[in-house]
């Protein structure tokens, strides 16, 4: 699976907007906020956004499900 690309976040006061190719994806407040504003320097950031906004599994899933080998 490639590594998630395209994300980029802005702080806005105390938020966090988190964007999709220039797409807002999603808004972090509080708590959630400082969360992410402490990871993102040491984790991958691009894995990290990706994971937060729900973008983190794509590709394959839906094809794995229908195959004949995944039905009882």
Not at 38 to 55: C, F, I, K, W, Y
């Amino acid at each position: 699976m490639p590594s998630p690309n395209g994300f980029e976040h802005i702080v806005r006061g105390d938020d966090v907007l988190i964007m999709h190719h220039g797409t807002r994806a999603a808004t972090l407040r509080g708590a959630k906020a400082a969360d992410f504003l402490a990871r993102v320097d040491s984790e991958d950031p691009q894995l990290l956004m990706a994971r937060l906004t729900g973008n983190y599994r794509r590709g394959n899933e839906r094809t794995a499900r229908q195959h004949p080998r995944n039905h009882d």
